[in-house]
């Protein structure tokens, strides 16, 4: 398939979210204080993505969308991120999650591996249940992860191909600041010593931030 007729695949059960990594409050993954869902499922597949694990449409935590919405709210930030994974490959289920979302007053953001130009071509073929996310989303980052043209400016997309969209008011000023918006990259380690990354950074920055971690861990 080329990546004219690259569209993104059907939602199989519209009232369930496959979910990946639930995130409750972050400000590495959007402007201010954001809650995260990481959805499990990528037709894309872009080499080197930082997520190959959340390819397989097999895993993840199969969330109803009525739940879900509970956990977002309840999680009480200023709106979601949608990352993956691929969210418009959960399109109908995740049309229903952020409708409620902004329902209650918080803003969306949606990350994909697909083009804007792919998803207007999607929905002028007919299919509503991408209208109806991307008409749910307020900022949308669009665009495949290509590992031969790192973004080291902007915050976080990971490559410079990626085009920021923003589609309501919510964010009437963000693309006129966006290069002066710190990237940020948060760490968490539990008691088990599992360590927890999010947000975007090179692996040869990663290794450096988790030296002074990993070394008293390999000494256990």
């Not at 449409?57 to 969330?63: A, K, L, M, T």
């Not at 299919?127 to 495949?144: F, S």
Request: some cysteine; hydrophobic content about 40%; charged content about 25%.
């Amino acid at each position: 398939m080329s990546d004219d007729e690259l569209a993104p695949r059907p939602t199989i059960n519209s009232a369930v979210v496959s979910v990946a990594r639930f995130l409750g409050s972050t400000h590495a993954e959007g402007p201010g204080e954001r809650t995260a869902v990481w959805v499990q499922g990528c037709a894309i597949r872009c080499p080197g993505c930082f997520n190959p694990h959340m390819w397989s449409f097999r895993g993840g935590e199969q969330v109803a969308t009525d739940d879900l919405v509970t956990r977002i709210l309840d999680s009480g930030t200023a709106g979601l991120t949608l990352l993956g994974g691929e969210p418009f490959d959960q399109a109908a289920a995740l049309s229903k999650v952020t409708r409620a979302v902004r329902s209650a007053g918080r803003s969306v953001m949606t990350f994909t591996g697909y083009t804007e130009a792919q998803l207007r071509q999607a929905i002028e073929a007919g299919r509503a249940d991408v209208a109806a996310l991307l008409g749910e989303t307020d900022l949308l980052v669009a665009g495949p992860f290509l590992n031969d043209r790192i973004d080291p400016v902007r915050p976080w997309v990971g490559s410079t191909n990626q085009e920021f969209v923003v589609l309501s008011d919510r964010f009437p000023h963000l693309l006129d600041h966006l290069r002066r918006t710190p990237d940020r990259v948060e760490i968490d380690v539990d008691t088990s010593g599992q360590i927890a990354i999010n947000g975007w950074a090179e692996l040869e920055l990663l290794d450096e931030l988790l030296a002074p971690v990993a070394r008293p861990l390999r000494n256990r």
